[in-house]
């Protein structure tokens, strides 16, 4: 799963579920029965799980790019060694 | 991270933290109901009453109730206890309860009746002043809901004199 992919499942698990417990209240209330709520509810909650816990391949429509590795060895990466070392020697 | 187990968990942590505030906003409309139940009791018979052998005074009575409970019942009741109570005052306390008759209701359909019954259990004072005693009969009752807080209430009916003599 994709960074992209993270937020849209993360947001779509807390959307999904607040949805389904309106409904649920909603019914429960308005047929005054306490077990449809949560019968609705838990059902939510299964249609849930199965939407954002499995890793589908919508999750991946945006896959990182990394550089080839003989690319980035061409651009090395800035040295930071010279101030480290003499930190390094202080606390010795 | 985000792995297959952290989604779920993370799931199932959301889903029931807003069950519990499902539960919470169930209970907080119990508040929105406004019932108004109704019961009548009338003392038929009084069997017997007499002095025990430790001196208390104990009284048997045929007793008819009848109530109309069924709204008290909200989608979120699982049962309500009720229970009849003779209430007088003493010189010893300035009140005495004693449960003459309880019941469960387990549903809004059994939450009308009336039933004819004698005491289920005992009428006995702390002592012998029951004779030409004035009494309330009141029945009590306690709502049970699947989730929240429950709630009491009693309707005091007046009015009830014991005999002068023991019989």
């Not at chain 2, 001196?55 to 008819?64: A, I, K, P």
Request: net charge positive; proline share 4%.
């Amino acid at each position: 799963m994709d960074w992209q992919g993270q937020k849209l499942a993360e947001q779509l698990m807390q959307i999904l579920l607040v949805g389904f417990a309106v409904v649920a209240f909603a019914a429960g209330y308005a047929l005054g029965s306490f077990q449809m709520m949560l019968l609705i509810y838990a059902s939510g909650v299964v249609i849930t799980t199965l939407i954002t816990v499995p890793n589908w391949p919508f999750y991946n429509r945006h896959t990182l790019k990394w550089l080839d590795p003989r690319e980035a060895e061409k651009h090395p990466k800035p040295q930071i060694a010279s101030s480290s070392s003499k930190k390094k020697s202080n606390k010795k | 991270m985000h792995s297959f187990v952290y989604r779920a968990n993370a799931v199932l942590t959301f889903a029931v933290t807003v069950l519990a505030l499902m539960c919470a906003i169930a209970s907080f409309s119990d508040n929105l109901n406004s019932p108004s139940p109704s019961a009548d009791v009338q003392v038929l018979n009084i069997n017997w009453f007499q002095k025990s052998t430790q001196g208390n005074d104990e009284v048997s009575m045929t007793l008819n109730i009848s109530a109309n409970l069924q709204s008290l019942f909200t989608w979120n009741t699982k049962q309500v206890f009720v229970f009849l109570a003779a209430e007088y005052e003493t010189p010893q306390n300035s009140l005495n309860q004693v449960s003459l008759w309880d019941g469960i209701i387990p549903s809004k359909e059994h939450a009308k009746f009336g039933i004819h019954t004698t005491n289920k259990y005992r009428f006995t004072d702390q002592g012998s002043n029951l004779r030409g005693k004035q009494y309330n009969l009141t029945l009590h009752w306690h709502v049970m809901p699947k989730t929240g807080k429950m709630f009491a209430d009693k309707i005091v009916m007046t009015g009830f004199r014991l005999p002068e003599e023991y019989r």
